[in-house]
T-cell receptor
Framework: AQKITQTQPGMFVQEKEAVTLDCTYD???????LFWYKQPSSGEMIFLIY??????QNATEGRYSLNFQKARKSANLVISASQLGDSAMYFC????????????????FGKGTHLIIQP | EAQVTQNPRYLITVTGKKLTVTCSQN?????MSWYRQDPGLGLRQIYY???????DKGDVPEGYKVSRKEKRNFPLILESPSPNQTSLYFC???????????FGPGTRLTVL
């Protein structure tokens, strides 16, 4: 089963509108972190925002906020007042913090959402 | 400036010719990791390192080697590259297991 699901392969949004990018996750761990990264066409991976599983408040970073609904296992990214420069691929990722050793122990990524901001 | 650097950024090579992609970070991070990104498959972890001389396999380790002799460096070695290793490779580092992973700029590798 996929650990991270992003159901929107692509989105077109008008400039200045708010955008919500969906992300649901699957884990049996109690301690984990959720991350959003932006990948512009130039290819680099840019960290945007982080939410810990024990954080009671939704994370915010400038125009980015994370709508964390733990019971639903969802961690949607909200971009307020979108700009043309927001056009990029956006990846949701999760990291489980119980080190198990002997296996993959990094970020698990979703397949991404390609966001295009139209003027 | 705090950063993760990778070299080379672009590489075209031929099947079987050994190559090394270097990764270096200046943030004194313990944790370092390599990922590959392929269309339709997303990013997948190749190898990771919890600290100097401590490395472990990720999801797709076959055909790759790593070493961690110094805290700042984590090179990725392809002993005998094959065309199915054509991909975009990212190195990342974080302060411990729970820290945010910061990515290098990526290395686009083509194996002919």
């Amino acid at each position: 089963a996929q650990k991270i699901t992003q159901t929107q392969p692509g989105m077109f949004v008008q400039e200045k509108e708010a955008v919500t990018l969906d992300c649901t996750y699957d884990t049996s761990d109690q301690s984990y972190g959720l991350f959003w990264y932006k990948q512009p066409s130039s290819g680099e991976m840019i960290f945007l925002i982080y939410q810990g599983s024990y954080d009671e408040q939704n994370a915010t970073e400038g125009r980015y906020s994370l709508n964390f609904q733990k019971a639903r296992k969802s961690a949607n990214l909200v971009i307020s007042a979108s700009q043309l420069g927001d056009s990029a691929m956006y990846f949701c990722a999760m990291r489980e913090f119980m080190y198990s050793g002997g296996g993959a122990d990094g970020l698990t990524f979703g397949k991404g959402t390609h966001l295009i901001i139209q003027p | 400036e705090a950063q993760v650097t990778q070299n080379p950024r672009y590489l075209i090579t031929v099947t079987g010719k050994k190559l090394t992609v270097t990764c270096s970070q200046n943030m004194n991070h313990e944790y370092m990791s390599w990922y590959r990104q392929d269309p339709g498959l997303g990013l997948r972890q190749i190898y990771y390192s919890m600290n100097v001389e401590v490395t472990d396999k990720g999801d797709v380790p076959e055909g790759y080697k790593v070493s961690r002799k110094e805290k700042r460096n984590f090179p990725l070695i392809l002993e005998s590259p094959s065309p199915n290793q054509t991909s975009l490779y990212f190195c990342a580092s974080s302060q411990g297991l729970a820290g945010t992973q910061y990515f290098g700029p990526g290395t686009r590798l083509t194996v002919l």
